[in-house]
């Protein structure tokens, strides 16, 4: 679900911190929603073929949830999730003493729907005046083409938007956000050879003074690896976050009584209060990760998480993909995670601007299993 937020009007004297007023409802319309779910189905068709051939035979014996062990391994569930799931199917069993397969079918989903459940959050847009949105992943992820689809799904529901190309390597990209841009009709900060983190500033700048409420930062995709890229990403972090400083002692000192003035008699002095609340920017930090690299796109996470204290999750190219149980391993490693799960909060199954939705951990299950 996508949680947008519409802000009040400042009044003359004193504005109050951007706090969420009004919530603008998520209409699903049902048509295009099972039209996406009948696509996320086929897409992870691979992943659900392997497991539900487990359940063709007669018994619930020691061989079927051998044989769904090797079922979830090959869908790169992971060994931990893997565990995890198997030992919470067999309390369901036992519980419901359930004797018919296609009943531990279902109690399987629903085990898997139940550990899925924390990375089920909406991206909140309207907790502060403009939303900045650093989006980072590996090589050939889809990032850019993420942030094109995800400028349109929050123009769609009424979210100005300014897009910063900050990947400067890459002309590509750079032309490529420039067309997502133009097709959307949203603004871009975009400078040719630019340091990123100088584009990420004057983007966040920007943004705040046009009063955008969302601005899209888009990174050069990096390897963990890649030490020096990793610390240019956590330079670029801090950079967003002095931007959006700036632009709050510009606010303060815009809000300040000229100095020497008097109060009048009877009263104080009045002027305006700029409240900037206590979280600065970038207030959410995504990652894109691409579906088909399995257990592989766990590591990533565990390593921009380390770098960059991840925020979100979006996953791309789940369209057939035979390794769609790494969402399993990533909830499990979230359960453990201090902070909590990183929430997953688009998954893409093709190249279409309508193929990126919000992630329904129910749906996601009974997909996968289907």
């Known amino acids: 679900?996508?949680?947008?937020?519409?802000?009040?009007?400042?009044?003359?004297?004193?504005?109050?911190?951007?706090?969420?007023?009004?919530?603008?409802?998520?209409?699903?319309?049902?048509?295009?929603?099972?039209?996406?779910?009948?696509?996320l189905k086929a897409g992870l068709r691979k992943t659900g073929?392997?497991?539900?051939?487990?359940?063709?035979?007669?018994?619930?014996?020691?061989?079927?949830?051998?044989?769904?062990?090797?079922?979830?391994?090959?869908?790169?569930t992971g060994t931990a999730a893997t565990q995890h799931l198997l030992d919470d199917l067999k309390r369901r069993v036992k519980e419901n003493k359930t004797t018919e397969l296609q009943a531990v079918k279902a109690l399987l989903i629903d085990a898997l729907a139940e550990l899925l459940?924390?990375?089920?959050?909406?991206?909140?847009?309207?907790?502060?005046?403009?939303?900045?949105?650093?989006?980072?992943?590996?090589?050939?992820?889809?990032?850019?083409?993420?942030?094109?689809?995800?400028?349109?799904?929050?123009?769609?529901?009424?979210?100005?938007?300014?897009?910063?190309?900050?990947?400067?390597?890459?002309?590509?990209?750079?032309?490529?956000?420039?067309?997502?841009?133009?097709?959307?009709?949203?603004?871009?900060?975009?400078?040719?050879?630019?340091?990123?983190?100088?584009?990420?500033?004057?983007?966040?700048?920007?943004?705040?003074?046009?009063?955008?409420d969302v601005v899209l930062i888009d990174t050069a995709g990096r390897l963990p690896t890649q030490l020096h890229?990793?610390?240019?990403?956590?330079?670029?972090?801090?950079?967003?976050?002095?931007?959006?400083?700036?632009?709050?002692?510009?606010?303060r000192a815009a809000a300040e009584p000229p100095q020497g003035s008097t109060a009048p008699l009877g009263g104080s002095a009045t002027h305006t209060v700029v409240s900037v609340g206590a979280i600065s920017a970038p207030h959410e930090v995504l990652l894109v990760i691409d579906g088909n690299t399995g257990q592989n796109a766990l590591m990533q996470v565990k390593a921009f998480d380390e770098a960059l204290s991840l925020t979100g999750l979006i996953v791309t190219?789940?369209?057939?993909?035979?390794?769609?149980?790494?969402?399993?391993a990533i909830a499990l490693w979230g359960s453990q995670r201090a902070a909590g799960a990183v929430p997953v909060y688009f998954v893409g199954v093709g190249e279409k601007v309508e193929d990126l939705?919000?992630?329904n951990a129910q749906e996601f299950a009974q997909a996968l299993l289907a």
């Open 317 to 328: 190219k789940l369209d057939g993909t035979a390794k769609g149980g790494v969402l399993a």
């Open 1 to 39: 679900m996508f949680s947008f937020f519409k802000k009040k009007p400042a009044p003359d004297a004193v504005t109050s911190a951007a706090t969420p007023v009004e919530s603008v409802p998520n209409a699903v319309n049902p048509a295009p929603r099972k039209a996406w779910l009948d696509k």
């Open 357 to 359: 939705e919000t992630f």
């Open 229 to 251: 890229l990793m610390a240019e990403l956590q330079k670029i972090k801090r950079i967003i976050a002095k931007a959006d400083g700036a632009q709050a002692d510009n606010n």
């Open 49 to 76: 073929s392997s497991i539900a051939t487990v359940f063709t035979g007669t018994q619930i014996d020691d061989a079927l949830y051998e044989d769904l062990e090797a079922a979830l391994l090959m869908a790169d």
């Open 117 to 212: 459940k924390p990375l089920e959050k909406p991206l909140q847009i309207g907790l502060h005046k403009t939303t900045v949105v650093m989006v980072a992943g590996v090589n050939g992820a889809g990032k850019t083409t993420s942030i094109g689809k995800l400028t349109k799904h929050l123009s769609t529901h009424g979210a100005s938007v300014l897009l910063a190309a900050a990947d400067t390597f890459r002309a590509a990209a750079r032309e490529q956000l420039n067309v997502w841009a133009d097709r959307n009709t949203v603004d871009i900060v975009s400078q040719e050879g630019a340091d990123p983190a100088a584009v990420s500033y004057d983007a966040v700048i920007a943004g705040k003074a046009r009063g955008k």
